[in-house]
């Protein structure tokens, strides 16, 4: 069964650091492009991050030069690591991605950590 | 930077009537858009990709269509489980980077 389960979510202050994984099992990591999207509690999803196979990466302006998705094969395992928290970064986070055929969308989800950034 | 734009944002309806959800992109997308559904506490879950293709296990209720900048998802018979957030999705040929659009609630009349 192909699955996503994220941890490392939890209560930072701002200015902070966390790393967040996504443990991947049915499927390898390294061969999809596999993406981080969050959603601030009671708004809208926004798109965060991607890797594609090849190991190109591309964020949103929101986080540009603060987070970095990387992947560890070994481990089969999606990260972000997020630096330099801000308020506005307070979102449940998802990794995500497009199984079989599909470039550009996300078919499979994980069910999301909790990150809240708050003195 | 393309911006999603949905309308309207909430869609008060019964079960049982036809419900249409418009995605509208600043420039064209060409077919690379998706539709999501998202209930309270729940994941997103893909509905339709590449504009009007259905996700696996998806219901034929749902259909989407459109190309370039305008784009319908049609939900033809309301069920109980469908009212929802559902937003649209694309992604852009370069940079390979994703955008969503704000989402159109569907609740209960």
Redesign the interface.
């Given at each position: 069964e192909v699955q996503l389960v994220e941890s490392g979510g939890g209560l930072i202050q701002p200015g902070g650091s966390l790393r967040l994984s996504c443990a991947a099992s049915g499927f390898t990591v390294s061969s999809n492009y596999m993406?981080w999207?969050r959603q601030a509690p009671g708004k809208?999803?926004?798109?965060v991050s991607?890797i594609?196979s090849g190991g190109?990466t591309?964020?949103?302006?929101s986080v540009k030069g603060r987070f970095t998705i990387s992947r560890d094969n070994s481990k089969n395992t999606l990260y972000l690591q997020m630096n330099s928290l801000r308020a506005e970064d307070t979102a449940v986070y998802?990794c995500?991605f497009g199984s079989g055929t599909?470039?550009?969308?996300?078919?499979i989800?994980?069910?999301?950590t909790m990150v809240t950034v708050s003195s | 930077e393309i911006v999603l734009t949905q309308s309207p944002a909430t869609l008060s309806l019964s079960p049982g009537e036809r419900a249409t959800l418009s995605c509208r992109a600043s420039q064209s997308v060409s077919s690379y858009l998706a539709w999501y559904q998202q209930k309270p506490g729940q994941a997103p879950r893909l509905l339709i990709y590449d504009a009007s293709n259905r996700a696996t296990g998806i219901p034929a209720r749902f259909s989407g269509s459109g190309s370039g900048t305008d784009f319908t998802l049609t939900i033809s018979s309301l069920e109980p489980e469908d009212f929802a957030v559902y937003y649209c999705q694309q992604r852009s040929n370069w940079p390979p980077t994703f955008t969503f659009g704000p989402g159109t609630k569907v609740d209960i009349k």
């Amino acid at each position: 069964e192909v699955q996503l389960v994220e941890s490392g979510g939890g209560l930072i202050q701002p200015g902070g650091s966390l790393r967040l994984s996504c443990a991947a099992s049915g499927f390898t990591v390294s061969s999809n492009y596999m993406s981080w999207v969050r959603q601030a509690p009671g708004k809208g999803l926004e798109w965060v991050s991607v890797i594609y196979s090849g190991g190109s990466t591309y964020y949103a302006d929101s986080v540009k030069g603060r987070f970095t998705i990387s992947r560890d094969n070994s481990k089969n395992t999606l990260y972000l690591q997020m630096n330099s928290l801000r308020a506005e970064d307070t979102a449940v986070y998802y990794c995500a991605f497009g199984s079989g055929t599909l470039d550009d969308a996300f078919d499979i989800w994980g069910q999301g950590t909790m990150v809240t950034v708050s003195s | 930077e393309i911006v999603l734009t949905q309308s309207p944002a909430t869609l008060s309806l019964s079960p049982g009537e036809r419900a249409t959800l418009s995605c509208r992109a600043s420039q064209s997308v060409s077919s690379y858009l998706a539709w999501y559904q998202q209930k309270p506490g729940q994941a997103p879950r893909l509905l339709i990709y590449d504009a009007s293709n259905r996700a696996t296990g998806i219901p034929a209720r749902f259909s989407g269509s459109g190309s370039g900048t305008d784009f319908t998802l049609t939900i033809s018979s309301l069920e109980p489980e469908d009212f929802a957030v559902y937003y649209c999705q694309q992604r852009s040929n370069w940079p390979p980077t994703f955008t969503f659009g704000p989402g159109t609630k569907v609740d209960i009349k």
